[in-house]
């Protein structure tokens, strides 16, 4: 047979019947075969797709951390109405108005 009537893309046939492996190639470590330059490039443009992700991490947690801040007002707010409706049953609604006043007050030199 000669070269010319082999065809280089004609399916091996494995001697020991393997077929469906892929046939191996020789070894040849690839490394210390990329140029500096190439791998510097490499590098800076895995810092800057590191950088990205990470700015578009933050903004994912600062959107979640704005959410659950939203829901904790809500909650100490729908508590402190519900403690001065408490309070207005057994208080004049005049007294109450005051209290809170003066806590308001309080909440407001204390921040």
Known sequence: MSASTL??????VRKNGKNWHEPRK???PASGQTSYAKRAARQAQEAEVKKLEKEMKD????ERQRRIQAIKDKRAAKEEKERYAKMAEKMHRKRVERL???EKRNKMLKS
């Open 7 to 12: 065809s280089l893309d004609a399916p091996v």
């Open 26 to 28: 020789a070894f040849r």
């Open 59 to 62: 903004e994912k947690d600062a």
């Open 100 to 102: 809170r006043r003066r």
